[in-house]
């Protein structure tokens, strides 16, 4: 299966500041299929990106995603207070479906 | 508006089965690819497994870690997708989600299952 690493775990920023996640995988990723989602507590994800770079109806043009292959980035241009959370990647192109471990964007 | 709406969890003794459901409205369920998401306490997340919609199969594919003691399957007249979970052990505690897309692209609310003697 397709491991896929997040880094860093833990992300310490202010408000205004950007925002740089990363997420490898361990294999290539089958056309590019990766997404990301944002976990706020006590409610579900919500995806954000979707093929590595789309962003899914909604999602402010603040977050961008870019990469391909098995390295991924998701930027948060300018970080809002409502962004701070735990953001996850997956890749959804090869069964079984794998989910990175998470980063938390947390404020300084 | 997509609604997942997911029921069915609740306590069981490690080695019990339990069978969730997800009723889907807003899109045409027939066309959806439904996924079964699940978050144990304070962890990340995993998927379980997923079923394809007809006109796609309707395959399943599951985990490895619950390949052979999970089911998962679909009425399309009902709008709802089942998740049948057998021989449950007390590590799948978790609060589980209903999908829909090949990158879920929404989610329910989710359901807790606690597994414990």
């Known amino acids: 299966e397709i491991v896929l690493t997040q880094s860093p775990d833990t992300l310490s920023l202010s408000p205004g500041e950007r925002a740089t996640l990363s997420c490898r995988a361990s294999q290539s990723v089958s056309n590019n299929y990766l997404g990301w989602y944002q976990q706020k507590p006590g409610q579900a994800p919500r995806l954000l990106i979707y093929g590595a770079s789309t962003r899914a109806t909604g999602i402010p043009d603040r977050f961008s995603g870019s990469g391909s292959g098995t390295d991924f980035t998701l930027t948060i241009s300018r970080l809002e207070p409502e962004d701070f959370a735990v953001y996850y990647c997956?890749?959804?192109?090869?069964?079984?479906?794998?989910f990175g471990g998470g980063t938390k964007v947390e404020i300084k | 508006e997509v609604q997942l709406v997911e029921s069915g969890g609740g306590l069981v003794k490690p080695g019990g089965s339990l069978r969730l459901s997800c009723a889907g409205s807003?899109?045409?369920?027939?066309?959806?690819?439904m996924n079964w998401v699940r978050q144990a306490p304070g962890k990340g997340l995993e998927w379980v497994g997923r079923?394809?919609?007809?006109?796609?199969?309707?395959?399943?594919d599951y985990a490895a870690s619950v390949k052979g003691r999970f089911t998962i399957s679909r009425d399309d007249s009902k709008n709802t997708v089942w998740l049948q979970m057998n021989s449950l052990k007390t590590e799948e505690t978790a609060m589980y989600y209903c999908?829909?897309?090949?990158?879920?692209?929404?989610w329910g609310q989710g359901t807790l299952v606690t597994v414990s003697p």
């Open positions: 999908t829909v897309g090949a990158m879920s692209d929404y």
């Open positions: 807003g899109f045409t369920f027939s066309n959806g690819w």
């Open positions: 079923i394809k919609s007809k006109p796609d199969g309707g395959t399943t």
């Open positions: 997956q890749q959804y192109g090869t069964s079984p479906l794998t």
